[in-house]
């Protein structure tokens, strides 16, 4: 009977609003029945969910507690924890309480006794503690790691410290868990959230962490997949939430250097610098570590080996910056393979900043270091990669150009022996400026060591061919400074080199020659090899053999004969022209006198036909404008005529009628309507060409250098 009101009894219970079951973990102390009214979550509390929170990395977390101003210290689960605690504050504000009826385990049992039943608990109230215990060591001794974490976890919500029955959870206990997740590298890094949970929660209990577990769960959570993880486990987040339970326990393991590299070299592969950076600053200022050469050279090279292809070459001085920090000096890294490669990073870094000096100062560093027998340190760093060797070849190269922009010839030579010696090699341009710099400052020897050098070389197969362009360049550096010999020689090693005698500029070098000693039989036998070659002779060619007429004695008749056959070739003389046959004319004689008054009237025939012509060139080349040298030889040649009438040699009028009048004509040339038309057109075309150029017009090409040196060279024999 009293079995039957018990049962009548529950049932009443039992469809009361106030009745609720028991606790599934068999607490028996209380229990509640409510029915809750929830309202719709806000849009913030859709984005940042429990569920949401539960699947935050270290990192994101940090960002969501910045973005909520919060604190962001602490362990991920901390951090977490906030971030529900956040939400769930939001979530009960929109939240209306229905009414909750309680009855407790004292008022249940009174209703029992009433009706004469008594319940007695004569079980082990630490038996399920006890049990869980003796399971999740059972586990991790099988290494059954997942067995293990869950036993581990239950036992956790069930007695932990934010549980209904919180309990010490012995230390031992997370231990051997610990270490069954730590077994096979975290077992291929699967393991290393439920690692870095039980790391978290031992440093909640207070218990420390041991410093073989810690650098052992830290070094296998890294990998070389995205974000440091292996196939997806693990990773840079991890490891950071690792690291901030470590620090804060109350006695914090020691972080071998080896793991503290390994997070570096992984944040840096990612392309978080500042981050990768932050930590090793903390290494070399703040514990006095030495991080191995090898870790700042994997650095350096993650500044352009990056998986976005953004380069950032200014992080790596600050890599060097630390290097020298560290108690490193480049003096003497280059002794062993990561220092070399830390500097060719740092050469690479340079020449993409533009920093030639600094590239050039870490390339001498180089060379300082001892050990690298039996090349030097320089070479080898210079040569490590192709990138270094690219960046290397490009430093010297912008460094040599600088230095023949300056005129600075030996500073140019010593770059390009050093160039070579650190086996760079240059480009022909940068041959050639070499060459052209000590040319042109009549530096007639270097330039011929230089030329031979360069033929060696190419002969060696590690050069290309020297231009023909440079050997004549050399050649008139020679002439131009005597050196007969030094001639003979570069013309001996460029048919060896080129199986050629020369085109029109070495043609017109050896004619310059000639014309100075005034052997005229040999400038026609120049020319005629020239034709017979099937070179055309150039107006620089007529006019340096017309300057041989110069030499005394003067030969006036050959001059103008000259000019004669230029015309047939179909070049025209230009003003250079007739001033060199002008000089060739003042010999005293009257038949000097006659030529010059002949050359006079075709000289004005040769302008009026430009003038007419509307095009005006704005160069020497085709230039037939009268200049100031033009009218001091035929002032020379009226003086000369009057010489003549005065000698009785010509009546003088007759010569004022005849010879003096196209004479007098080119002396008042820049008085006369003729030279105003010639002046107005001449500045019209340099305003178009001005218009036309949009591009800058940059150094002389050597054969325009040769020209004018040709053409400068029969000017001031015109005007003697």
């Known amino acids: 009977m009293r079995f039957e009101q018990a049962v009548l009894l529950l049932l009443a219970l039992s469809n009361s609003s106030a009745f609720s079951s028991f606790s599934r973990n068999g607490d028996r102390r209380s229990s509640v029945y409510s029915t809750m009214a929830e309202s719709a979550p806000t849009p913030q509390d859709r984005a940042l969910t429990v569920d949401a929170i539960s699947k935050l990395h270290f990192r994101e977390a940090q960002r969501e507690l910045e973005r909520l101003e919060l604190d962001t210290s602490g362990t991920l689960s901390a951090m977490r924890n906030r971030l529900r605690d956040a939400t769930q504050r939001n979530s009960?504000?929109?939240?209306?309480?229905?009414?909750?009826?309680?009855?407790?385990?004292?008022?249940?049992?009174?209703?029992?006794?009433?009706?004469?039943?008594?319940?007695?608990?004569?079980?082990?109230?630490?038996?399920?503690f006890k049990d869980l215990i003796r399971e999740a060591l059972a586990k991790a001794e099988q290494s059954h790691w997942k067995a293990a974490t869950r036993k581990l976890k239950k036992l956790t919500r069930r007695f932990g410290k934010n549980s209904a029955d919180p309990r010490t959870i012995p230390e031992s206990v997370y231990l051997a868990v610990l270490e069954a997740c730590m077994e096979e590298r975290l077992h291929g890094a699967r393991a290393t959230e439920p690692a870095r949970k039980i790391?978290?929660?031992?440093?909640?209990?207070?218990?420390?962490?041991?410093?073989?577990?810690?650098?052992?769960?830290?070094?296998?959570?890294?990998?070389?997949?995205?974000?440091?993880?292996?196939?997806?486990?693990?990773?840079?987040?991890?490891?950071?939430?690792?690291?901030?339970?470590?620090?804060?326990?109350?006695?914090?393991?020691?972080?071998?250097?080896?793991?503290?590299?390994?997070?570096?070299?992984?944040?840096?592969?990612?392309?978080?610098?500042?981050?990768?950076?932050?930590?090793?600053?903390?290494?070399?200022?703040?514990?006095?570590?030495?991080?191995?050469?090898?870790?700042?050279?994997?650095?350096?090279?993650?500044?352009?080996?990056?998986?976005?292809?953004?380069?950032?070459?200014?992080?790596?001085?600050?890599?060097?910056?630390?290097?020298?920090?560290?108690?490193?000096?480049?003096?003497k890294i280059a002794s062993v393979e990561d220092g070399r490669r830390l500097l060719a990073a740092g050469v690479i870094a340079a020449e993409k900043l533009n920093n030639i000096g600094l590239g050039l100062r870490l390339l001498v560093a180089a060379s300082n270091a001892k050990g690298c027998e039996p090349d030097k340190g320089d070479v080898l760093v210079a040569n490590s990669s192709p990138s270094a060797q690219r960046a290397a070849t490009i430093i010297h190269r912008k460094a040599i150009a600088k230095a023949t922009q300056d005129d600075s010839w030996k500073l140019s030579v010593k770059l390009l022996e050093i160039m070579i010696g650190r086996g760079l090699t240059p480009s022909p341009s940068t041959w050639r400026n070499v060459v052209t710099c000590c040319t042109k400052l009549e530096k007639s020897r270097k330039a011929t060591s230089l030329l031979m050098d360069w033929v060696q070389l190419s002969e060696e197969g590690r050069a290309e061919k020297p231009p023909l362009r440079t050997f004549n360049t050399v050649v008139n550096a020679c002439e131009v400074c005597g050196e007969e010999e030094l001639t003979v020689k570069v013309l001996e090693a460029m048919k060896e080199t080129h199986n050629t005698d020369g085109n029109l500029i070495t043609f017109n070098i050896a004619l310059k020659r000639l014309a100075k000693l005034g052997n005229t039989m040999a400038c026609e036998g120049i020319i005629v090899g020239m034709l017979q070659s099937g070179i055309e002779p150039s107006v620089v060619s007529y006019t340096t053999a017309i300057a041989a007429c110069v030499a005394d004695p003067k030969k006036p008749d050959i001059a103008y004969e000259w000019i004669k056959r230029m015309r047939s070739r179909n070049v025209q003389p230009n003003v250079i022209t007739y001033n060199t046959a002008f000089a060739s004319c003042l010999d005293g004689t009257l038949e000097g006198s006659t030529r010059a008054s002949k050359l006079a009237e075709e000289m004005k025939a040769d302008i009026q036909r430009q003038v007419d012509s509307g095009i005006l060139a704005m160069d020497e080349y085709t230039n037939i404008i009268p200049n100031f040298y033009t009218r001091s030889l035929a002032q020379q040649a009226m003086k000369q005529l009057k010489q003549n009438w005065l000698d009785g040699q010509i009546d003088k009028q007759v010569a004022k009628a005849t010879l003096r009048k196209p004479l007098l004509e080119l002396v008042e040339f820049m008085k006369s309507d003729l030279a105003s038309v010639a002046e107005q057109q001449k500045d019209f075309v340099k305003m178009a060409v001005q218009e036309v150029e949009t591009v800058p017009k940059t150094l002389e090409t050597d054969e325009e250098l040769e020209y004018a040196t040709a053409i400068r060279t029969t000017a001031r024999v015109a005007a003697v």
């Open 199 to 331: 790391m978290e929660e031992m440093v909640e209990q207070g218990y420390a962490i041991p410093e073989n577990s810690a650098n052992h769960c830290l070094s296998n959570c890294l990998g070389t997949d995205a974000n440091g993880s292996h196939q997806g486990f693990g990773g840079i987040d991890t490891a950071l939430a690792m690291m901030a339970a470590i620090e804060h326990s109350e006695n914090p393991p020691s972080i071998s250097l080896e793991t503290y590299s390994k997070l570096i070299l992984s944040l840096a592969v990612e392309g978080s610098h500042e981050e990768a950076f932050k930590m090793l600053r903390e290494l070399v200022a703040e514990k006095s570590e030495t991080p191995s050469l090898q870790l700042f050279a994997d650095v350096a090279s993650t500044c352009f080996n990056r998986k976005d292809d953004l380069e950032v070459p200014e992080q790596v001085m600050t890599v060097l910056a630390y290097v020298k920090a560290a108690g490193y000096e480049l003096e």
């Open 92 to 128: 009960d504000n929109a939240k209306e309480s229905g009414e909750v009826r309680h009855i407790d385990e004292e008022k249940l049992n009174e209703a029992f006794e009433k009706t004469g039943i008594r319940f007695q608990d004569n079980s082990d109230p630490d038996f399920e």
